[in-house]
């Protein structure tokens, strides 16, 4: 299906086709201080016939309730790196894929109290109450009278008043455990063809990145695999990774073509990602990394895959709608600032939005290129500089850090706390690939970014949801668990813990408030996050939910 058709002036992204571009406030990452200056930056709102298909739009749209959170982690893009909005004793009420209230359980009777007089589905008709009991009154009046009291809204109510909630309302019952929103991976590479084993031996005998390319390895070993491979054979290996994904808690996920580096194998690796978002009920959005290596086709001759790149495969892409971003690794082993630039400047006139693998290797200038092209991320940043942090502040580009790979390349990690400090938001990808990140396991990423990068489990959480979201655009849509964005959310059980999963009990917790209108953030009381992040385990999602469905639960 076609993704969304974007268009950019200058370094400021325009949205076309009906869409706006979301202004934001820039903030003190650590202290939550809004700043006067306004920025601008893509807002990408996915084609509705590539979200994934699950069957709340094919069943038509009903109320489903999530009660019993022990805590929710709402993870607003608002209030800083570390400010996750931790809620106790939660519920998600949605409809269809569409939340419609998250937070407190006796926050959401103040949620039925403000909408005020009966409409014809008003929650209050069918006398439920939030634990799955009739009430004692379903019935209300024109006036907005609810309960057997017949007390109206604006007078309050007592606190034993059953919960009115929808008729034919679905329950499910989380246990008291660690609610967050449905894991982003914002940067992978899916589709490849074969692995490289060899290399991990070759690497932890003492042999670097460049000197395995240099011996015909890396990027240019797996593009000859996947150039070998069918489609059919990327799309079922592509599938079953995903599925796998899918069930540690991800439920949208960036990939990348890159391993074609020729018009037809560039092609098919972007038809395997659309061919996926027909059948996954994960969200997929796509990105044409052509620039990825010179083939060596082209070794003699830079200039010509350049052109390439520039003049056939670009515009091949955008006129399939195959794609909504455009990458390039601009860094000493593959593309040089200049190449970079112009390949992402062409691009951006095609309706590509820039995006950069830079500073990994070397300080080669990427993230200040980023900045320069309105690039919505840039990835790994290792070597960034101090004038490369500062630009992606005043360009308000993400910074995507790639923990998985700085460990299994032995690399310093990104300088994610000057990141921090500086306002520039950090978000925790797997860059899950076959030779220098081939894990696609998201939460061991986002521990090795607490012990690697020193950030806190608050601060990574935020940083693999609402961030990695803002990192594609999409934190319109997804990336954290609030009224109006996708039913997407993860149910943890936070193994290890002395006080077992319930976690009401906590002293600073909010029991109560909607986010944005009822209640307040918790604190520094970060228990349950810290403790699932602490304490390691393969796999801590019990339901994985993606579009109000339960896409993958523990057996």
């Known amino acids: 299906m076609p993704e969304t058709d974007l268009k950019h002036q200058g370094n400021s992204p325009v949205a076309v086709s009906g869409m706006e571009i979301k202004n934001f406030s820039d903030v003190d990452m650590e202290t939550g201080t809004a700043v006067t200056r306004e920025k601008r930056r893509s807002a990408v709102e996915p084609d509705p016939q590539a ?57 959401m009777r103040e949620w039925f109290r403000s909408r005020g007089t009966a409409g014809a589905d ?9 634990t ?9 009046g024109e006036s907005g009278k609810s309960g057997e009291s017949g007390k109206s809204g604006e007078s ?45 031996e070759m690497r932890s005998l003492g042999k670097t990145y460049e000197e395995i390319a240099a011996a015909g390895g890396g990027i240019l070993s797996t593009m000859k695999a ?20 899918m069930s540690l808690g991800v439920t949208t996920i960036e990939c990348k073509s890159g391993y074609g580096l020729r018009l037809k194998d560039e092609l098919k690796q972007l038809r395997v990602y659309q061919r996926l978002r027909m059948q996954s009920p994960v969200r997929i959005m796509s990105t044409f990394l052509g620039a990825h290596a010179i083939p060596p086709e082209f070794h003699d001759n830079r200039g010509g895959y350049v052109s390439l790149v520039i003049d056939e495969i670009i515009p091949e ?22 190449e970079a630039r112009r390949i992402l400047t062409v ?58 790979a700085t460990w299994y390349l032995r690399k310093q990690p990104l300088p994610a706390r000057e990141l921090i400090s500086s306002g520039v938001p950090v978000a925790v990808s797997t860059d899950f690939n076959p030779g220098s990140a081939p894990s696609y ?80 953030e918790a604190g520094p009381d970060h228990a349950p996050v810290n403790q699932w992040m602490y304490h390691f385990e393969p796999n801590c999602a019990v339901r994985v939910w993606a579009g109000g469905e339960c896409v993958a639960a523990m057996e």
């Open 51 to 107: 979200e994934p298909r699950t069957r709340a739009k094919q069943n038509g749209e009903r109320y489903r309730l999530l009660k019993n959170i022990g805590a929710l982690a709402v993870c607003p893009m608002h209030g800083g790196q570390a400010h996750i909005h931790l809620i106790r004793n939660a519920v998600i009420l949605w409809k269809g894929d569409v939340i419609q209230y998250a937070g407190g359980q006796e926050g």
């Open 122 to 130: 008003d929650p209050r008709r069918s006398g439920r109450d939030a």
């Open 132 to 140: 799955g009991k009739p009430g004692e009154s379903g019935k209300s």
């Open 156 to 200: 309050g109510s007592d606190e034993s008043e059953p919960m009115p909630l929808p008729e034919q309302t679905e329950e499910f019952d989380a246990g008291g455990r660690l609610v967050i929103p449905g894991l982003v991976d914002c940067h992978t590479h899916l589709a490849f063809g074969g692995w490289r084993p060899d290399e991990f």
């Open 226 to 245: 996947t150039r070998e491979a069918s489609e059919d054979e990327l799309l079922d290996k592509s599938a079953g990774l995903l599925h796998r994904m």
């Open 317 to 338: 892409v955008a006129e399939q709608k195959l794609a909504t971003f455009c990458d390039v690794f601009a860094d000493v082993p593959a593309f040089t600032q200049e």
């Open 347 to 404: 691009a951006r006139e095609a309706g590509l939005i820039p995006k950069i693998h830079a500073d990994q290797l070397t300080a080669a200038g990427g993230a200040e290129l980023a900045a320069e092209v309105g690039a919505i991320s840039a990835d790994h940043l290792e070597c960034i500089s101090d004038k490369g942090i500062a630009a992606m502040k005043d360009a308000g580009t993400i910074a995507v850090s790639l923990p998985l």
């Open 441 to 520: 396991h998201l939460p061991l990423a986002m521990h090795l970014a607490c012990t690697l990068q020193h950030m806190s489990p608050a601060e990574v959480l935020k940083g693999a949801t609402i961030y990695a979201a803002a990192a594609l655009g999409l934190d319109g849509v997804t990336g954290s668990v609030e009224a109006g964005k996708k039913a997407d959310f993860v149910e943890i059980e936070v193994a290890g813990d002395a006080e077992g999963r319930n976690y009401r009990a906590g002293h600073d917790a909010s029991d109560g408030g909607h986010p944005e209108q009822f209640g307040d």
